[in-house]
């Protein structure tokens, strides 16, 4: 069975390595690592396809330790037995330990004396953030390193490397590929340089020869090849969570553009759910009361597009994302609000004042409940100044309004005429 491309292009020495000089340049902490023949077990964390195997078989390559692969989700504990066993026979043994995020206990347990003693150099790789999904244990014996998405011209030149090598890519076959060809790969598949090699690898497999015995590979070809998840992003990893919240802090942030750029992404996704209660989030809690005719649009917006679906829901989504980001903003009823949590969490309470306690049961006015509390109704104004705070914070003030809109004025100027103290 053949190998994959991006399989047969894996470096096998660090220098070979495709971007994350950060970590492998020269004189950077693996490239160091790998001089020094002293390595430690780490944890490479990024998005899909830009280099955690390779850097692990590079690690290998260049110490000429024993490499191998598993998968935390799927291979047995028996697998890893293995490996163990024959790091006992023949020395240290690099071992690429897949969706390590998955590692249950029972294998966690059996692996740790093995990283202790260093028979085994665990290379965790994950998408997941690993400050949140790896287990302390793990954790604590690896260095983390994130990886960077490559960039176009990372990728593009790994693809004219590929097609110009003879032994492990496709240089023994006639192609003929334009620079915005490749460009075009190198562009859509956002920093996965797996993607583009699988997708020009289908493209000149499943391409007849010209009359010349020439592959031409063409845009439309190239297109046709591309997956369109490789637009998106995946759903359980960092990328999403990342979309998500850079999608409300462009809002918050009033960049209309930004905004739409994420709103798109998400969209693309089908995250349609996810949108609508990202955007009434953001509504209260960015826009508040400096806005709130447009917080009540913004979750009438989230109906609509609800109510009748991709694809035609992106446009009261859109509408009122664009009135969100270029609308005033305030903040002052989610720092309210946790400002009293914090109080109440920390114990800032006291006792409710007795002339507010209540009165519906036999014996309350014995209690002296309710004794003295003034009905705001019988009063001009229906107002009178009393004591609503328990006596241990009767001093404390929650809400500070933001005097960016006519209708926090207007509430400031009843705070003012209210303020008891």
């Known amino acids: 069975m053949n190998k994959p491309l991006a399989y047969r292009m894996r470096p096998t020495t660090i220098s070979q390595v495709v971007g994350q000089e950060h970590l492998v340049g020269e004189g950077k902490i693996i490239w160091r690592m790998v001089k020094a023949k002293q390595l430690s077990s780490m944890i490479l964390y990024g998005p899909p396809g830009i280099g955690k195997t390779s850097i692990a078989s590079a690690i290998a390559g260049s110490t000429?330790?024993?490499?191998?692969?598993?998968?935390?989700?799927?291979?047995?504990?028996?697998d890893l037995q293995i490996v163990v066993e024959e790091a006992k026979m023949s020395g240290t043994v690099v071992l690429l330990l897949d969706e390590v995020h998955r590692l249950d206990k029972p294998k966690q347990d059996f692996l740790l004396p093995h990283l202790e003693n260093g028979r085994i150099v665990l290379i965790g790789a994950t998408t997941e953030n690993p400050y949140i999904s790896i287990h302390p244990a793990i954790r604590s014996r690896s260095q983390i390193f994130e990886l960077k998405p490559l960039s176009e011209k990372q990728i593009t030149?790994?693809?004219?490397r590929a097609l110009a090598d003879e032994e492990n890519g496709l240089g023994s076959?006639?192609?003929?590929?334009?620079?915005?060809?490749?460009?075009?790969?190198?562009?859509?598949?956002?920093?996965?340089?797996?993607?583009?090699?699988?997708?020009?690898?289908?493209?000149?497999?499943?391409?007849?020869?010209?009359?010349?015995?020439?592959?031409?590979?063409?845009?439309?070809?190239?297109?046709?090849?591309?997956?369109?998840?490789?637009?998106?992003?995946d759903k359980d990893g960092d990328a999403h969570y990342n979309a998500i919240s850079a999608f409300q802090k462009s809002i918050r942030g009033s960049d209309v553009h930004a905004a739409l750029h994420y709103l798109a992404r998400l969209l693309e996704a089908g995250e349609l759910k996810v949108v609508i209660r990202r955007l009434i989030v953001t509504a209260y809690e960015d826009i508040g009361l400096a806005n709130p005719a447009g917080v009540s649009r913004a979750v009438q917006a989230t109906e609509a597009a609800e109510k009748i679906g991709l694809p035609e829901a992106r446009i009261p989504l859109a509408n009122a994302v664009i009135e969100m980001?270029?609308?005033?903003?305030?903040?002052?009823?989610?720092?309210?609000?946790?400002q009293a949590l914090q109080d109440v969490r920390e114990g800032k309470t006291g006792d409710v004042p007795a002339h507010l306690k209540d009165t519906h049961y036999k014996g309350a006015k014995d209690l002296?409940?309710?004794?003295?509390?003034?009905?705001?109704?019988?009063?001009?104004?229906?107002?009178?100044?009393?004591?609503?705070?328990?006596?241990?914070?009767?001093?404390?003030?929650?809400?500070?309004?933001?005097?960016?809109?006519?209708?926090?004025?207007?509430?400031?100027?009843?705070?003012?005429?209210?303020?008891?103290k």
């Open 368 to 420: 002296g409940s309710g004794i003295g509390y003034q009905f705001p109704h019988n009063f001009e104004s229906h107002w009178i100044s009393q004591q609503y705070l328990p006596d241990t914070i009767k001093s404390r003030e929650y809400y500070a309004p933001v005097l960016t809109s006519k209708f926090e004025e207007a509430l400031n100027k009843q705070l003012q005429k209210f303020d008891n």
């Open 64 to 78: 000429k330790y024993a490499f191998r692969t598993l998968n935390a989700a799927t291979d047995s504990k028996k």
């Open 173 to 233: 076959e006639s192609i003929d590929i334009s620079p915005s060809v490749l460009n075009y790969f190198s562009r859509v598949t956002n920093g996965d340089l797996r993607s583009a090699l699988n997708a020009l690898e289908l493209a000149v497999k499943s391409t007849d020869s010209d009359d010349n015995g020439k592959t031409v590979i063409t845009l439309d070809i190239a297109e046709e090849c591309l997956q369109r998840k490789s637009l998106t992003h």
């Open 157 to 160: 030149s790994a693809l004219e």
């Open 325 to 338: 980001c270029l609308s005033p903003k305030s903040n002052s009823a989610i720092s309210a609000i946790d």
